[in-house]
């Protein structure tokens, strides 16, 4: 069965450094999303891409966070600065352009900033 | 789009039918309703999606009523396995509208032996 994949599975880093996260979704789904969950709430949509295009990036802290899909096929979220608060997982989901809704989540990325 | 409101945790015994109600009193014409699964250090996984009346799948049935302020997600015989957080989301799936989904903070079902 097919997965979206995502590295690395855990990151630890010292507040102010940059740390990037990469997600290959799943073959042929053109959108991408990718969520931040802290511990004991639910995700919250950080970016969307179709194909490579930003569809929605309205919650995304544009002053620290970068996403870009530019083949429209993988997707790499960037934070730089690093603050304590951004500790969460993120997670990637893809979904195909008329699936309606139904995304397939990877197993997200557990950020740790120190 | 839609809020959708929840309850926070639900406990039940293994081999009991659960019901888990969502409520979306502001949903859209447009608007679909989906639930997924969320295991502990895992990414949500999808289980059902419906329109209206009553939706099944292998995994869980889903009902909604003729005014579609609410809706009910089954889990027939539950399992240890099955303790997870729920979380049902309302929104417009069409392609033109994009696919975005807001979670909410879900439902956290313990089932105990």
């Known amino acids: 069965e097919a997965e979206v994949a995502q590295s690395p599975r855990y990151k630890i880093t010292e507040k102010s450094q940059a740390v990037a996260f990469w997600c290959d979704p799943i073959s042929g789904h053109a959108t991408l999303y990718w969520y931040r969950q802290i511990l004991g709430q639910g995700p919250e949509l950080l970016v969307q891409f179709q194909d490579e295009s930003v569809v929605d990036d309205s919650q995304l802290p544009k002053d620290r966070f970068s996403a870009e899909r530019l083949k429209g096929v993988d997707s790499t979220l960037k934070i730089q600065p690093a603050e304590l608060g951004d500790s969460a997982m993120y997670l990637c989901?893809?979904?195909?352009?008329?699936?309606?809704?139904?995304?397939?989540f990877g197993p997200g990325t557990r950020l740790t900033v120190l | 789009l839609a809020k959708t409101t929840q309850p926070i945790s639900m406990d039940s015994y293994e081999g009991q039918e659960v019901n888990i109600t969502c409520s979306h009193n502001n949903i859209a014409t447009n608007d679909y309703i989906t639930w997924y699964q969320q295991f502990p250090s895992q990414g949500p996984r999808f289980i059902i999606q419906?329109?209206?009346t009553k939706v099944t799948n292998e995994v869980a049935s889903l009902f909604i009523p003729a005014d579609r302020k609410s809706s009910t997600l089954s889990l027939p015989r539950v399992s240890l396995s099955d303790t997870a957080v729920y979380y049902c989301?309302?929104?417009?799936?069409?392609?033109?509208?994009?696919?975005?989904?807001?979670f909410g903070g879900g439902t956290r079902l313990m089932v105990k032996p």
């Open positions: 989301l309302v929104g417009d799936i069409r392609d033109n509208a994009g696919n975005m989904l807001t």
């Open positions: 419906g329109y209206k």
């Open positions: 989901a893809s979904s195909l352009e008329t699936s309606g809704g139904s995304s397939f």
